[in-house]
């Protein structure tokens, strides 16, 4: 990565994330690898005012801009005409500006961080933008792979602190340095000495909450795992997390139901809600053993205290890329056939949450609880195969967290679904993007995929589709070839049989990613690349239709090697052998090939 043009003195990094809690948590490892990489710089934040509280325990922020959420969210659904809601942000926007940033880092995924990752000068962008006529624009090579991630999520291995980290051009951070108050440390050791909690007691922190219904396991399951952990070991305190009246009357709940059943237990548990601000929640989470907990960005904030987790993770959720960043925390997932449901999806009937058996979770934590918070190899196996045996017991799902040697967070199935074909093809995605995006391709070729290979009449099927993909491809760079041959000796206007050729190829590659979902990445990330050239001027078509003719060759490419780790993989099955090349591609009934390159 090479600096940004910039004057004298420290750098300047202005980073745009307009998202909630858990988010900006997850962009902290970021801030500390810019911190690392640049260690003189100033870096500033803007954020939702209705978040920055949460934000004093990050050190190694300069400063924070705050934003009015519903006025910004009021403003882009107004009515009135853009000139009127850029007059009503110019001196927000002048004040930012003010800060005469060397680099803007945008992590705002939707159209209002286009418009601002446009709006607010830089000498130089990475993360999303906007085009002048309005288009989206992707700064830098895992941009465009945010914005296909929610559509293909079942075939993503890259968790988002590490994709956050791409997007910034960064490697993981060495370490995440907090400031935690002395004065926060002391109140939560006094709170526990004054409720019955020794020095030498197990401390299980839980998040009963989420920001939404779908992603909080319900009530009487917490009631049910708390009450077997507190059974099963007198040392045993669980403590209840949470704010806000949702919570309250949650939590409330828990502690009325256990103290209810059993009186004896209810010592033991410890009602918090609403009496930990954000300096002593990381106070609570570094003192604590373990937490339990729903997608939340507690859950984040534990992960940047080096706190063991054990995640509920149902509904919406998809643990590969939702999952706190961290070696050696553990996921419970729903193995329902309709999970992870489409993230904006408002489920009427959501059973998965109750696929999670309490006392499969009580088991798994209770386990943990035996090892330390950073597991060395032998530590790691032993557990993994613990949790093995816990997997025939029903629909419950385990992954478990493992730090690569490149610093990045995976996490692994296992049981049954580390041998499921979207394990397989997010194996070879990783693989893929990795020689791709990256050009990581030292040692990398001769590595064995993990997981599975699917069934040879089901890759068969794949890879015919991805035939015809790289089919589509090609015939795509011969028709801007021929428009660029047009442009080139003078013929004008271009013929318009060559332009609609250029729609219909298009057209079809979206139908394979229909029609073929483990290409859907690879097409519609072809598709993101073709938006985001941001030629507009008339002056340069030329431009224009280069870079249009390098999206179809890149396309090109990475089908041929998403083809070629596919076979690798196949070979590997006994018994398989490499199909032989078929012409034609009579196997796609209803999916005829039209030529529609005309002279």
């Not at 100033?42 to 009015?68: K, M, N």
């Not at 465009?144 to 951070?173: E, H, Q, S, T, W």
Request: with cysteine; proline share 8%; aromatic share 8%.
């Amino acid at each position: 990565m090479t600096d940004p043009a910039r004057k004298k003195g420290p750098m300047r990094i202005l980073i745009l994330a307009l998202t909630r809690m858990g988010d900006l948590y997850e962009m902290y490892p970021m801030v500390a690898a810019l911190r690392e990489t640049y260690p003189d710089s100033q870096i500033s934040l803007v954020a939702y005012r209705e978040f920055c509280p949460v934000l004093g325990p990050l050190s190694l922020l300069t400063s924070v801009y705050p934003v009015d959420g519903p006025s910004l969210l009021a403003l882009s659904r107004s009515p009135g005409s853009p000139l009127e809601a850029y007059r009503t942000i110019r001196n927000w926007l002048q004040e930012i500006d003010e800060f005469d940033a060397d680099l803007l880092i945008n992590l705002t995924p939707n159209r209002i961080g286009a418009v601002l990752g446009y709006l607010i000068r830089a000498r130089e962008k990475r993360g999303l933008h906007m085009t002048p006529d309005g288009y989206r624009a992707h700064y830098g090579p895992f941009v465009p792979y945010l914005g296909m991630l929610v559509k293909n999520r079942l075939f993503n291995n890259l968790n988002l602190v590490d994709l956050f980290l791409k997007i910034a051009c960064l490697k993981p951070p060495v370490s995440l340095p907090l400031s935690i108050l002395p004065e926060s440390r002391s109140n939560i050791r006094k709170k526990g000495e004054k409720e019955g909690v020794g020095p030498d007691d197990i401390r299980i922190a839980f998040a009963t909450g989420a920001s939404q219904e779908l992603k909080r396991w319900p009530v009487e399951r917490f009631l049910e795992t708390i009450l077997v952990l507190l059974e099963s070991d007198f040392r045993t305190h669980a403590i209840l997390l949470g704010s806000g009246e949702e919570d309250r009357k949650r939590n409330g709940k828990i502690f009325g139901g256990i103290s209810a059943l059993r009186p004896d237990l209810s010592v033991r548990l410890h009602d918090w809600t609403g009496q930990t601000g954000p300096d002593d929640l990381f106070a609570l989470l570094e003192q604590s053993d373990l937490l339990v907990s729903n997608d939340t960005g507690t859950m984040h904030a534990a992960a940047l205290a080096g706190l063991p987790v054990v995640c509920l993770s149902f509904a919406n959720l998809f643990y590969p890329e939702t999952g706190p960043w961290g070696d050696g925390n553990i996921i419970l997932y729903s193995r329902a056939p309709c999970a992870p449901c489409a993230p904006d999806s408002r489920c009427l009937h959501p059973v998965c949450r109750e696929d999670l058996d309490p006392r499969t979770v009580a088991a798994v934590v209770r386990k943990r609880l035996e090892f330390p918070r950073t597991l060395e190899t032998p530590d790691r196996e032993a557990l993994r195969l613990f949790l093995e045996t816990l997997l025939p017991v029903g629909k419950t799902g385990i992954a478990l967290s493992k730090r690569e040697v490149t610093g990045e967070v995976r996490y692994r199935p296992l049981g049954e679904d580390r041998e499921s074909p979207e394990e397989f093809y997010r194996n070879v995605y990783e693989k893929l993007w990795r020689e791709d995006l990256e050009g990581d391709l030292e040692g990398d070729l001769e590595k064995p995929l993990e997981g599975l290979c699917p069934e040879g009449g089901d890759i068969s099927q794949v890879l015919d589709f991805s035939d015809r993909l790289l089919h589509l491809a090609k015939k795509g760079q011969e028709v801007v070839q021929r428009i660029a041959d047009c442009l080139d000796s003078g013929r004008s206007p271009v013929p318009e049989n060559l332009l609609s050729s250029i729609d219909g190829v298009d057209r079809q590659v979206e139908e394979i990613s229909w029609s073929c979902p483990p290409l859907g990445p690879l097409c519609l990330f072809f598709q993101l690349e073709k938006e985001s050239i941001d030629v507009w001027n008339p002056r340069e078509i030329f431009h224009l239709v280069k870079r249009t003719e390098k999206t179809y060759e890149d396309l090109r490419k990475r089908v041929e090697r998403f083809s070629r780790i596919v076979r690798e993989g196949r070979r590997a099955l006994p018994g398989e052998t490499d199909r032989a090349e078929e012409p034609g591609m009579s196997r796609f009934s209803g999916f005829e090939m039209r030529e529609r390159i005309g002279q």
